[in-house]
């Protein structure tokens, strides 16, 4: 980091200290939050973008997406604004490095370790995917790894709404880095989730490989290879990398949307089965590896070469008056007739005849799907399945062992995932952001599943919380448990939190959490005699009104204290007049005065316990709270 000279301070709070990185639409600085005392990261876009309304509103999203993304491998969003002309958001500081930083280092990773970073990428992804964003530039220097390596998911600069169809949308409009492009992507074509699949896949190559997979001499040169050339393998390079992890980055890589994994989830679960020494499911889809894949074949000699002959002209006087052919052709078609009848006949017995289902049970995967072939099956599945059996062998087929089966038919294999016999107890996600729900369960090692209700219940709810799930946090049971959580659908309606007490800038992280904007206008003002100024007392919808994702509130903060009438209360004795003044919310504070004073006698006779004076009139006004002095009588 390079220390600034200016430390200049942005909207009276962020004080620049130093300079982290240079990118393509900002610069990112570390600076000091002076209000909360603490270190954030600020990006601000470049002056000469500022002018551009289309930077600043691809900015203002950034800003927006981000904001209402809460996910651990996530980067969070605080804030964000204008000073003098400069826009910038405020992000989480995330001390450790970039991935970029560590390949420079490095060149190449494990492909234990390139399979953990990639798996926390596509969570991230995978979550944001679900509420309509796409990335859109996935990168290594958009990736950060934290010193305790939990890795961050940063810079949405370019990501939008898939459901919007604005000018930034529109087919045409290329945004990214040419180097991880989807095909789709460099072609200018509208792209969905499948395209950060892609760029992710590029990550992962050069991670396993040492350089990404397709590399020339400009951006646009790079792009089209993208388009155009065959994406070579990442063992070419690297022959280290074991087979199923040069399946994943080959699948992911397809240049078709359609041929890749369809969801970031899919991605994540084949490279957590990797690291976890499980069968990956992208092999029986048809992806070739090893001894499977596409082979060159020698060089055909120059006499097996097809050639020409030289063409012969004029008569022929070499050859000798050949006999009448015609008895031999018909004698040789019938005899060709009578072969081809017989062969038919046996071949249609032969396919009519079934054969019986080997038994496959207790073999690996890969020796069951050989021997499948060899039996002149197919395989058509691969399934996974929780069981005692070694991880990787089969547990049962379809059709079963000692069935009929025809020549061709497909088999599915049911394959173990592993013993999964450890007790444990099931905890309680509700509450949760869904990302860290699935961060808990898969520390605990339980599967799970997102079920989705357009439904909010009464009590509450926001998107990306888990509302319920099942079985019930506390329940007994083992690893590799299913647990079905639920959250609520994307458009669905839900109350608005009570913000209360919250300063706008609490309140716009909660909303920006709970899927909502704040209103940019300044927020109204409200007198209160429940919270201090300057603090949220009610919003338009007001709180607990049903609102959905992307809803903009209007904010209503406390000006101070409400005015309230003093009540007069001369004459009344001591409690009587601290009753009357506490109803009103006002505190009473006495001056005794001497029981000889002539104002503490009526006609001569001494009284007691009688107020005699107040210093704020009765009928007046006073600010809720403050104090009225009464002269009063022992």
Not at 206 to 213: D, F, S, V
Not at 217 to 237: E, I
Not at 376 to 387: E, H, Y
Not at 591 to 603: G, K, N
């Amino acid at each position: 980091m390079e220390p600034v000279n200016e430390p200049r301070i942005y909207s009276n709070r962020y004080q620049l200290t130093h300079l982290i990185a240079r990118g393509g639409m900002a610069l990112v600085y570390r600076a000091h939050d002076l209000l909360l005392n603490r270190y954030v990261a600020l990006k601000i876009l470049y002056p000469e973008l500022s002018v551009d309304a289309n930077f600043v509103e691809r900015f203002r999203r950034e800003a927006q997406a981000a904001a209402n993304l809460s996910h651990p491998n996530i980067v969070p969003v605080f804030d964000w604004g204008e000073d003098a002309g400069a826009y910038f958001i405020v992000m989480e500081l995330i001390e450790g490095e970039s991935l970029a930083g560590t390949l420079r280092t490095t060149r190449t990773l494990s492909p234990l370790r390139a399979a953990h970073i990639g798996a926390q990428v596509a969570a991230a992804l995978g979550y944001a995917h679900r509420y309509g964003v796409v990335h859109r530039d996935v990168k290594p220097g958009n990736i950060l790894i934290t010193p305790d390596g939990q890795v961050k998911v940063t810079d949405f600069g370019i990501a939008q709404a898939m459901s919007t169809a604005d000018n930034l949308t529109a087919a045409g409009s290329v945004m990214g880095t040419a180097t991880y492009f989807s095909p789709e992507q460099a072609e200018g074509a509208i792209v969905d989730g499948r395209s950060d699949v892609y760029s992710l896949g590029v990550v992962l190559f050069e991670m396993l490989a040492g350089r990404p997979p397709f590399v020339g001499d400009s951006p646009v040169a790079v792009a089209g290879m993208h388009v155009r050339d065959a994406t070579p393998s990442v063992r070419d390079l690297n022959p280290g990398v074991p087979a199923d992890v040069a399946a994943i980055t080959q699948h992911a890589l397809s240049k078709r949307p359609v041929d890749r994994y369809q969801t970031a989830d899919e991605f994540r679960a084949d490279l957590l089965r990797f690291a976890d020494g499980q069968p990956v499911t992208v092999a029986s889809r048809g992806a070739f590896v090893g001894s499977d894949a596409t082979q060159a074949v020698s060089t055909v000699s120059a006499g097996e070469r097809t050639m020409a002959v030289p063409t012969m002209t004029g008569p022929r006087s070499d050859v000798r008056r050949r006999k009448n052919p015609r008895p031999f052709i018909l004698g040789g078609l019938a005899l060709i007739v009578i072969l081809a009848l017989v062969g038919f006949l046996v071949m249609k017995g032969g396919s009519s005849s079934p054969s019986l289902m080997p038994n496959l049970v207790g073999q690996q995967v890969s020796d069951a799907a050989l021997t499948v072939r060899s039996s002149g099956l197919v395989v058509g599945a691969t399934k996974l399945v929780a069981s005692s059996q070694v991880a990787g062998t089969v547990v049962s087929t379809d059709p079963k062992p000692g069935a009929k089966v025809q020549h061709g038919e497909s088999v599915t294999l049911n394959v173990s995932l592993g013993t999964s016999s450890q007790p444990v107890t099931i905890p309680d996600t509700t509450g949760m952001s869904l990302g860290d729900a699935e961060n808990t369960l898969g520390n605990a090692g339980l599967a799970y599943s997102v079920q989705f209700t357009p439904n909010a219940p009464e009590n509450g709810g926001a998107p990306n919380t888990v509302l319920q799930q099942n079985p019930a946090g506390g329940t007994a049971g083992h690893t590799g448990d299913k647990v079905t959580i639920t959250v609520l659908a994307p458009g669905s309606k839900y109350p608005l939190p009570d913000l209360s007490g919250q300063t706008t800038l609490q309140a716009s992280a909660t909303l920006g959490q709970s899927g909502l904007t704040v209103d940019p206008a300044a927020p109204a003002q409200l007198c209160s005699n429940t919270q201090p100024a300057g603090v949220v007392v009610g919003a338009k919808p007001a709180f607990g009104q049903l609102v959905k994702a992307g809803d903009s509130i209007s904010l209503i903060v406390s000006s101070g204290f409400c005015s309230v009438v003093v009540p007069t209360v001369v004459s009344q004795t001591k409690t009587q007049a601290t009753a009357s003044l506490t109803a009103q919310g006002l505190t009473a504070t006495f001056v005794t005065e001497s029981s000889m004073s002539p104002l503490c006698r009526v006609s001569g006779m001494p009284v007691s316990d009688y107020v005699i004076a107040q210093d704020v009139a009765g009928g007046s006004s006073a600010l809720y709270s403050s104090t009225v002095t009464l002269e009063w009588c022992p």
